[in-house]
């Protein structure tokens, strides 16, 4: 999760679950890839940042473009 990725975030994508951004939009650098690296993305969310905290559990279904804060397991 964060504001906005460019070209130097690349290398991390492969070791991403999902990917969740403040800023983008469909052609954004994190939605394209995203996509071809088959990783789950939701772009544009506006406050993502604001609302997910460290050590947070998420759902991120990038078909729908939804991100849902998961109960904590404890």
Known sequence: MTT?????????????AAVVTD?????????????????PA???????TMRIKDGDRVRVDGERGTVEVLPSRG
Do not use: Q
């Open 4 to 16: 906005l990725t460019n070209i130097g975030w690349t290398p991390m994508f492969p070791r991403a």
């Open 23 to 39: 800023m983008g939009a469909p052609l954004s650098h994190a939605s394209i890839v995203a996509r071809e690296l088959g990783i």
């Open 42 to 48: 939701v772009v544009g969310t506006g406050n993502a």
